[in-house]
Structure formats: C-alpha cells, structure tokens
C-alpha cells in the first residue's frame, strides 16, 4: 500500500506512459550518429538522454504536479515534497550509444525517501518490470522469463555479474574475493542485469558508486520478484550519497557475500 493511494494504478499508470514516450524517442535515435558529451563524473550523455528525460517530465508533471521530479540529466525540482520520482533515461548510455540493446530507462517513485514503485524499461527489446512495494513484481516481453528469483543458497553455485571491472575501483581485490567463491561471473548490463535477477537467471549483482537515480528503481522489482538489495555492509540504501550496491536473488546468499566483499 502506498500512502494516499488506496489504488496505486494511478502511478503505475503514470510511470508506464512516461515509460513509453521516453522509449519512443530513443527508439528512433538507437543505433544512429549521435555525439556524446563527458559529464563531470566522465560518463557520457547524449541528446537523445536529455530529451527522453525531457518526456518523462512532461508526462509525470501533467499526471501529478505536486510531486517532485529528479533526474539524472535535468536535476531537481519541487523537492521537498512527500512523493519524488526519479529518473534516469538511460542506464548504460555507453551501451546506447555502441547499438547494444542492453541499456533501460529507470523510473521510480519515493515517498519520503523509500522506492515504493520502480519500473524498468528496455526500449529495444520491449522488456518492461514493474515492482509495487508490498506487491508481486510484474514483468512483460516478447523475449520470454517469469518474474521470481530463483532458489540459490550457496555462492559456489551463484552466477554472479557486474557492469565493468573498471567501475570497481580501488574495491576490485574485494569483488575478486567475491567472483573467487561464485560459480561464473558475467560482465555488462547496468540496469538490465537486474532485470535478469529478478527472472532467476542471475543470482548475484554486486557494484560500486551508483547514483539515486541508478538504483532506486531496482528495489522495488527486486524485492517484489523475492530478493534483497542493500549496501555493501548490509544496510538499507538512503537517498543522497553513492551506494555500493549489492542485489540477491535468494537472501541467503547475502550474508556470505557481504563477509567476501568485506574491507
């Protein structure tokens, strides 16, 4: 139950449609010549980030003007507010920009600083994740998967995955600790690997340095498809500062994770 709305289909209404005019504009710009510009963080950003924000904005103030809006592109506004969505237009910009069908648009919902809705969205693929706390998460595409984590309670038998080693920093020796007791490890995918965990096709995503607008979307999905999602030290994530992010399919696979990727 998500406080003030007896019915959630409002939001969820809302998110989808933003969901769709995002996908539209970067359907029609995916796999073309597009210039990418370095952020102060390095990361690259194109027009096609800024404008699929620009939709979703559009969208989202026209359903619920008194609820503020954060994206990653085009900052804050009316903050302060119980309800806060959060955009990232695309997660895996370099996938976007390389013509991978790997990168999503991430949307989420905060009420007082908790994700009590996440939606994924892969424009490409039509791949789509909806999570409502306290609710089942939903999944739909023509690719196929059933949303639900899968049973896995030893990391010798854990597929484990991350976006890029180089994204781990000075904290690659401590995923290597982690890597060294899982069955495989598989590199790439920014938001979509989370997706796949949500479907029991991944067991373990553990990364670095991600944004609000990164992860809050993902904790819905994941915790309504029967996994957890927290820091590195096990805590729950907090709005504001980077999180050093980990996500399990089956919770009992968190412990002993944590104590790998220990300082």
């Known amino acids: 139950m998500i406080p003030g709305f007896a019915d959630p289909a409002p939001l969820i209404a809302a998110a989808e449609v933003a969901?769709?005019?995002a996908a539209a504009v970067l359907?029609?710009?995916?796999?073309?010549?597009?210039?990418?510009?370095?952020?102060?963080d390095e990361s690259p950003v194109t027009e096609a980030d800024r404008a699929a924000e620009q939709a979703m904005r559009h969208v989202l103030r026209e359903a619920f003007p008194n609820h503020g809006v954060l994206g990653e592109e085009?900052?804050?506004?009316?903050?302060?507010?119980?309800f806060l969505w959060v955009l990232d237009p695309i997660d895996g910009t370099r996938a976007f920009l390389t013509g991978r069908?790997?990168?999503?648009s991430l949307i989420a919902l905060l009420h007082e600083g908790r994700p009590v809705l996440g939606l994924?969205?892969?424009?490409?693929?039509r791949e789509r994740w909806i999570g409502l706390a306290g609710q089942k998460t939903l999944f739909e595409g023509p690719l196929g998967g059933r949303p639900g984590t899968r049973r896995c309670t030893t990391l010798a038998r854990a597929e484990l995955s991350c976006t890029s080693p180089e994204l781990l920093g000075d904290a690659l020796p401590r995923f290597q600790r982690l890597a060294a007791g899982c069955e495989r490890t598989s590199w790439g995918g920014d938001a979509y690997q989370y997706g796949l965990l949500s479907l029991g096709l991944i067991d373990i995503?553990?990364?670095?340095g991600?944004?609000?607008?990164?992860?809050?979307?993902l904790v819905p999905v994941i915790e309504g498809a029967g996994g957890r999602v927290t820091d590195w030290q096990g805590r729950r994530l907090q709005?504001?500062?980077?999180?050093?992010?980990?996500?399990?399919?089956?919770?009992a696979l968190l412990g002993p994770a944590l104590t790998r990727l220990a300082v």
Do not use: N
Request: no cysteine; glycine share 8%.
């Open 101 to 104: 069908p790997l990168f999503t």
């Open 120 to 125: 994924i969205d892969q424009p490409v693929t």
């Open 210 to 217: 991600l944004k609000m607008w990164d992860w809050a979307a």
């Open 239 to 251: 709005i504001g500062d980077e999180a050093d992010v980990i996500a399990v399919g089956d919770a």
């Open 205 to 208: 995503v553990a990364e670095r």
């Open 74 to 82: 085009g900052g804050a506004s009316e903050l302060g507010q119980d």
């Open 27 to 40: 359907r029609a710009r995916f796999r073309t010549p597009l210039r990418a510009e370095r952020k102060a």
């Open 19 to 21: 969901a769709a005019a």
